[in-house]
């Protein structure tokens, strides 16, 4: 559509990710420009490519009448303080500290007194009645703009509107329920927020709606799951949550089961010829009334054929109700970080005695989870990759699907029959092979996500503590509170949000603060429900209606905060957990000198002393061997690793092979460099060793958590970036003379085979999909959350990896490639020789 009119609320400068600078500058629009941060405006009128359009600096009305609101000078973040949610506030204010001095006039956080008008006043103005494309991002007013805007006097064909969480999408979608509009697709502004739960629900509720759930009164359903979808649902939906919508059960798909003969199944399963089968079992036993299947992902023709002629066979046609591809062949562990849940794909592509029919296995089952998560976020990507290796391997086969897809007369994507969607930013997807950063699946953490996964094995978002057997005697049996102890760590969890990217010691003082918060709540609910001191001048009926009021507000305000206390309480145990591994392991020693390595500022001497050290297990310091193996500036000579080798093997490693193998990736130069160039000022999550760092920890946490990090030093000042993070940088900024932007691969879906130049790469792009081919962590998704984050402006980046993985987990991978590579372990007598008797 040519010579359109647009209205861009939440315009900025006016070029940078603009929604509508494409429409003005190549499709002959002209629009309204409304931006209320006074510094952005003055940038956006002295922009000589938006000269069609008119600018005003003002703000839409989130109340329907003309008024002067506060308005917070936060870059990109920036909104009108009564209508941002604390986590956004909390987010502008840590993304302006973090900047410091680089953070600009627009970015200060300073609040201003801005204009409001409605929508149809400025329109008016300008003698307009007709929008052809709105779009609105105002940080948090966005449901209220859209319930106060007269669509009587302004006819608006398509908008966009983006949001920053799951509650600012329920507000809007729940007023524009009352609105007459309808949700066409979910685009590339909610890249970050996967949200497979309502598949998931529609699902459980037999592909009706949640009203119609309801009305069906008391149905029970059965669940049926095979391991990898039981392991999809199981971040995503707790029990009480499942028993919510009327499952009384759910059952694994390889076990024996009872026959249920009156009620309905569920079957949520894998597209393989064993499921199918099973299912074909289960109608002809007549296990169940009727069976709903849904595959995680598409059917092929041939297992449908299976299916079909199974069923017809045992006279049970009548038996499968419906058959559904769900496109849910991933787990989404957080709205921004996701699994694919491949176990051990690190060997999976690398193992040397893998047939060609193995290494296409694996990459389909990669393809079929990457295409279900762009199904769900409803974008086509422009892929970037590595030329070679498994991550083109995997980009050429899911481009070839993305493109037939695309070619069908109806497909998943509303994006591509969108031309509005054309014009707007589309997202990027990097895949990156393992090998690209080996280091930092070995390196110890120091802040809170990553050192719950590395340290308490945080699986599926549920970490479980071993039994506490201290204090007691030899022998004796566990009690009750002895047991071990599991708990939920999620996006609902208000602290593991809050607190995840901290360092260690800040955790513990948030803790504190927090429960100093919970204690100040109750406080103040025991003074209202025990009276004030002015009730002898009240006269009884006063009195009775404010006691009645307070009562009614502490039974109100309890149950949030006795669930505040749990959360407290959850994390107060998972840190003292992790102190004792901490003081017991000395892993502050061995994080600090892993980043001393990666800098550039270790040596042998700390090397060695640390090796020879009581502290530490044997698999902390074969990963510290191995960060210093990768960090090297090159390969190592046979007498280097040799004395390595001998070093470890002195310090009761028993077993070398990892060691060897990843040496021999570097002398082959399969495995990227792990010492990334300096990034002043920014860190990933690292920082120079600062000296004995726990020193603070004799005391415990239970003698008041703030003074256990009075002394603590802190640990992140910030002396390099992350090369994942680096690559990603000139990716997303388009800088051409980089070798990331100038040597990897670049395919878009939407263009014929062959025909995708760096011209569709140039960015910059406002939203990424990294996924990592062979496993990922906490570690690398938060320093790259800590980057995307740093940015001007903000990007959103999107976290995916064949698994996740701890680090001994990732060293397991490595052994078991040496020993399949033909690697013998270091005889004992002659390492220790190596390393010149070494005790």
Not at 527 to 550: V, W, Y
Request: proline share 5%; net charge negative; with cysteine.
């Amino acid at each position: 559509m040519a010579s359109g009119f647009f209205v861009e609320s939440g315009a900025h400068d006016g070029t940078s990710l603009s929604n509508t600078v494409f429409l003005e500058a190549n499709r002959n629009w002209t629009g309204l420009l409304v931006e209320a941060n006074p510094e952005l405006f003055e940038m956006l009128v002295s922009s000589s490519n938006r000269t069609a359009s008119t600018a005003i600096n003002a703000c839409l009305s989130p109340s329907g009448k003309r008024e002067v609101l506060d308005f917070a000078l936060g870059g990109f973040l920036g909104g009108l303080t009564g209508y941002m949610s604390e986590a956004h506030d909390h987010r502008m204010k840590s993304e302006i500290k973090a900047a410091g001095d680089a953070a600009g006039p627009t970015n200060t956080g300073r609040t201003v007194s801005v204009t409001c008008w409605p929508l149809h006043e400025m329109m008016a103005a300008l003698g307009k009645t007709r929008v052809d494309y709105w779009s609105l991002d105002t940080e948090g007013s966005e449901a209220a703009i859209l319930n106060a805007t007269d669509f009587d006097k302004v006819d608006v064909s398509v908008m966009t509107v983006e949001v920053n969480d799951a509650q600012a999408r329920a507000n809007v979608e729940i007023v524009m329920a009352t609105k007459p509009f309808k949700l066409h697709s979910v685009l590339g502004s909610d890249l970050h927020t996967l949200q497979p739960p309502d598949a998931l629900l529609r699902m459980l509720n037999l592909h009706g709606t949640a009203a119609t759930s309801r009305d069906q009164g008391d149905l029970y359903k059965v669940l049926v799951l095979d391991r990898h979808c039981k392991d999809i649902i199981a971040p995503l939906l707790r029990v009480s949550e499942l028993r919510a919508q009327g499952i009384t059960l759910h059952l694994l798909l390889e076990q024996e089961r009872q026959a249920i003969p009156d009620v309905p199944a569920i079957y949520f399963v894998h597209p393989t010829p064993e499921n199918v089968e099973r299912i074909i079992q289960d109608a002809q036993q007549q296990l169940y009334d009727v069976m709903h299947v849904n595959f995680a992902t598409s059917v092929p023709s041939r297992l449908l054929e299976q299916l079909a002629s199974g069923v017809v066979k045992a006279n049970a046609v009548g038996r499968v109700a419906k058959l559904f591809d769900e496109y849910l062949s991933f787990i989404a562990l957080e709205p921004s970080c996701f699994s694919l849940g491949l176990q051990d794909s690190y060997l999976a592509l690398n193992d040397p005695t893998a047939r060609d029919t193995q290494i296409e296995s694996a990459v389909g089952q990669i393809v079929d989870g990457l295409f279900s998560v762009l199904v769900t976020l409803g974008v086509v990507p422009i892929i970037r990759c590595p030329k070679g290796g498994a991550a083109e391997h995997v980009a050429a086969a899911l481009e070839g699907k993305l493109r037939d897809h695309l070619k069908a007369r109806s497909n998943l994507f509303s994006e591509g029959a969108s031309a509005l969607a054309a014009t707007l930013s589309r997202p990027l997807l990097v895949l990156l092979d393992r090998n690209f950063d080996l280091s930092v699946m070995l390196q110890h953490a120091w802040s809170y996500k990553p050192l719950v996964q590395d340290v308490l094995g945080l699986k599926l978002n549920r970490v479980t503590l071993a039994p506490d057997t201290a204090g007691l005697p030899p022998g004796a049996g566990l009690l009750p509170q002895h047991a071990k102890k599991s708990y939920d760590v999620d996006d609902k969890d208000f602290f593991w949000e809050a607190a995840g990217a901290l360092p260690f010691p800040k955790v513990a003082e948030e803790v504190e603060s927090q429960l100093q918060k919970y204690k100040a709540a109750v406080d103040e609910i025991n003074s209202k429900t025990a009276g004030g001191g002015d009730e002898a001048i009240l006269d009884h009926e006063e009195m009775l209606r404010r006691n009645t009021q307070n009562l009614m507000s502490a039974v109100s305000s309890l149950p949030e905060l006795q669930e505040k206390k749990k959360v407290l309480d959850k994390h107060t145990n998972l840190a003292t957990s992790l102190l004792g591994a901490i003081k017991g392991r000395g892993l502050d020693g061995f994080y600090n000198l892993e980043e001393d390595l990666l800098t550039g500022k270790g040596d042998s001497a700390g090397l060695l002393k640390l090796l020879q050290g009581a502290k530490g297990t044997a698999a902390d310091k074969l990963r510290l061997g191995l960060v210093q193996l990768l960090a090297a500036e090159s390969a190592p000579s046979e007498a280097e690793l040799a004395e390595l080798t001998g070093a470890l093997t002195a310090a009761g490693v028993p077993d070398t092979t990892a060691l060897t193998y990843v040496a021999r990736l570097r002398r082959n130069r399969l495995v990227g460099s792990a010492r990334p160039a300096p990034a002043a000022g920014q860190g990933a999550l690292g920082a120079p060793s600062q000296g004995n760092l726990l020193d603070w920890a004799d005391k415990a946490l239970g003698q008041g958590i703030s003074s256990v990090t009075r002394s603590v030093k802190n640990l992140l000042s910030g002396a390099r970036q992350a090369p994942v993070a680096a690559a990603l940088e000139a990716l997303m900024d388009g800088k051409q003379g980089t070798q990331e932007f100038d040597s990897f691969a670049v395919m878009d879906p939407k263009l014929p085979p062959g025909r995708t130049g760096l011209d569709r790469a140039k960015g910059p792009f406002r939203e990424a999909l990294v996924f990592m081919i062979g496993g990922g962590n906490y570690l690398e998704r938060e320093s790259l959350a800590a980057w995307a984050s740093r940015s001007t402006p903000p990007r959103q980046v999107l976290y995916g990896a064949t698994e996740m993985l701890a680090g001994e987990e990732f060293l397991h991978q490595l052994e078991e490639l040496g020993r399949r590579s033909g690697i013998a372990p270091a005889a004992p007598a002659a390492a220790a020789a190596a390393a010149g008797g070494a005790p």
